[in-house]
């Protein structure tokens, strides 16, 4: 099971740190992805880091705001999110994949998910 939380409301350039939190599995043995989805839009890759922690893949959107990582000891992975915009409002999703991917970007793709968490909201005010 995994619970994403962390969502909110935050101006313009702001940052915000979202949490998925992962009981019954354990993050260093899942691929673990987070997802965003904005009103009456389908569900995007944002950001993932693999099982082993040894590699991680950013949508070109957030590559160099966004940075995820992982802390073992409290089995949950984070998404620090920086220099936020209006249009990176949507609901994030965390999901794990049980996958060896031969590259970083299938780790991108919404298909090899199998476990997904509740989202939780981020606004972005202008």
């Known amino acids: 099971q995994l619970q994403a939380f962390g969502g909110g409301l935050v101006q313009s350039g702001g940052s915000l740190r979202l949490s998925c939190a992962a009981s019954?599995?354990?993050?260093?043995?899942?691929?673990i992805g987070w997802f965003g989805q904005a009103e009456g839009m389908e569900r995007e890759f944002v950001a993932a880091?693999?099982?082993?922690?040894?590699?991680?893949y950013y949508a070109d959107s957030v590559q160099g705001r966004f940075t995820i990582s992982r802390d073992k000891s409290k089995n949950t992975v984070y998404l620090q999110m920086n220099s936020l915009s209006p249009e990176d409002t949507a609901v994030y999703y965390c999901?794990?994949?049980?996958?060896?991917?031969?590259?970083?970007?299938?780790?991108?793709?919404?298909?090899?998910?199998?476990?997904w968490g509740q989202g939780t909201l981020v606004t972005v005010s202008s």
């Open positions: 999901a794990a994949n049980q996958y060896t991917f031969a590259t970083a970007r299938r780790m991108g793709e919404k298909a090899p998910y199998r476990y």
């Open positions: 019954g599995l354990q993050v260093d043995a899942y691929g």
């Open positions: 880091i693999s099982w082993s922690g040894s590699t991680t």
